[in-house]
């Protein structure tokens, strides 16, 4: 039976340490199929007016992060993950969007069995005013695990 | 109407009548340069230049702000405010938490047209001058600004929050079902402060005003406001704030009136702001000290939205003096 893992990754070091176990956990399961996703958000024009602005932000955004995914790719391989098993989705979001509740979408359309977060320890006040992207995951995911790395 | 009609309604509205060259303005991005007696001409709209409003926020009251000008309008000699594009960006302080916070005109010129028919909103309307500013045009509320209403209450705790408070309260509620209407319609205030809530004097509504500011980010769209309201409602039921250096400050010497106070009654954002307001004034109801609970070092537990608040303190009202 196929076993699709989604790993939900931001720019940050710590993501790729979510990565990293991924690769190290599943290096023994043929059958895995790893999508590493990350969402691009185009700043809402309340923030950034101008439309060149918006566009030539999103393009460096998505460079960015098609490296940063790359990278990611290259740290499974050299876990031993396949080449083939391993996809790349980045969502470019006009909409100032919830991360976790695309990423609860795509599980879902995705049919994932599991769900892999990175945890970046935002503080309580910092939870408090901005939310947590793992824990609405943790709370609001259905029919899948949940991994939270931290 | 013609520079000629111009000057004779400057002459009409004016206290003093305009000598000299008449300066009008259609662009507004210079607003440095618009000065008092200057008119400014928008569309059909033509606003004679009074001066510059001031800021109020602590650290800054007095500070001119250019972008907003006090005016004239010159079609039936109404006072009004005319905000200015001013674009910033800047850190805004939540205690030790820094939040990248952005001054949208195009955010509050589309709140203005959501809120139009919400006697709890600021009234006005926008134009976009030639340059493509959204200027926007806003009816001047007179009345005392909340903090000042709530500061000038000048009796003992008690008494206020056994006479006055249960009615403070109710309106205060409404104030925050205004809120949640604009939080329904996806839009945030940015800004809720205690001087960010005027009475009109019109209907002695509590009436939102200033919401220019925006911030990015969508997991908890709605924090920043949820802090704003925890504070205003602190506010409200300790008719100030409490912190800890000032029980100190008034206290005989050698007595310890913080000795009571645990790390988890005080704010989560201000170390020395007390919200635990029992443990000051035990007459405060339990459901009403747990609401403010959620606001301390103590929780756990927050507020993801302002239909979560208002549920809890409408429940509070049973519990509160008749």
């Given amino acids: 039976m196929e076993n699709k893992v989604l790993i939900a990754i931001d720019l940050s070091e710590n993501s ?12 023994h399961h043929p059958s895995v199929t790893i999508t590493l996703l ?24 998505r460079e960015e992060t098609r490296r940063h995914m790359e990278e990611a790719s290259r740290r499974l391989v050299s876990r031993g993950i396949h080449e083939k098993n391993i996809h790349i989705k980045i969502q470019v979001c006009s909409k100032v969007v919830s991360i976790a509740e695309l990423v609860l979408k795509e599980q879902k359309e ?23 992207i793992s824990k609405k995951i943790v709370g609001e995911a259905k029919d899948c695990a949940v991994w939270v790395v931290e | 109407m013609t520079e000629a009609e111009i000057r004779e309604k400057v002459d009409l509205y004016s206290r003093f009548p305009h000598r000299g060259k008449l300066k009008i303005w259609t662009n507004t991005t210079e607003f440095m340069d618009i000065q008092a007696g200057d008119v400014i001409s928008l569309e059909e709209h033509h606003f004679l230049v009074r001066g510059e409003e001031v800021e109020g926020r602590f650290g800054l009251d007095g500070e001119p702000k250019f972008w907003v000008k006090k005016v004239i309008d010159l079609s039936d000699g109404s006072s ?9 960006s800047f850190l805004m302080q939540i205690g030790p938490v820094n939040i990248r916070c952005f001054r949208s005109p195009r955010k509050e010129a589309r709140i203005l047209g959501k809120t139009r028919d919400d006697p709890y909103f600021m009234k006005g309307f926008d134009v976009q001058d030639p340059a493509g500013n959204t200027v926007r045009i806003l009816e001047r509320i007179q009345g005392a600004r909340y903090y000042d209403f709530i500061q000038n209450f000048s009796m003992d705790h008690e008494t206020y929050f056994h006479e006055h408070f249960p009615g403070i309260f109710k309106r205060l509620i409404d104030c925050f079902e205004a809120m949640l209407r604009l939080h329904q319609m996806e839009e945030v205030h940015g800004d809720i402060r205690n001087d960010h809530i005027l009475i009109d004097r019109k ?6 005003i200033d919401f220019d500011y925006t911030y990015e980010w969508a997991e908890n769209p709605f924090g920043v406001d949820l802090f704003g309201l925890g504070n205003i409602l602190l506010f409200t039921v300790g008719m100030g704030f409490h912190n800890l250096p000032d029980l100190k400050a008034c206290a005989p010497p050698g007595m310890q009136p913080t000795s009571c106070m645990e790390p988890e009654d005080l704010s989560l954002f201000f170390k020395h702001r007390i919200i635990n307001l029992q443990k000051l004034f035990p007459y405060i109801p339990d459901s009403l000290n747990h609401v403010l ?20 303190l409408k429940a509070c009202e049973v519990q509160l003096p008749s």
């Fill in chain 1, 38 to 61: 990350n969402v691009v958000r185009e700043p809402s024009p309340d923030v950034m007016p101008d439309e060149v602005e918006r566009e030539a932000y999103v393009r460096k955004m």
């Fill in chain 2, 203 to 208: 209907n002695n509504l509590f009436t939102w």
């Fill in chain 2, 293 to 312: 609970m959620h606001f301390s070092c103590g929780t756990d537990v927050f507020y993801e939205s302002t239909e979560e608040l208002l549920r809890d």
């Fill in chain 1, 110 to 132: 995705g049919q994932y069995q599991t769900v892999v977060v990175g945890r970046r320890g935002v503080s309580k006040r910092e939870e408090f005013l901005f939310g947590s």
């Fill in chain 2, 80 to 88: 009004k405010i005319l905000k200015l594009v001013f674009y910033e």
């Fill in chain 1, 16 to 27: 790729l340490k979510a990565v990293d176990y991924v690769g190290d956990m599943m290096v």
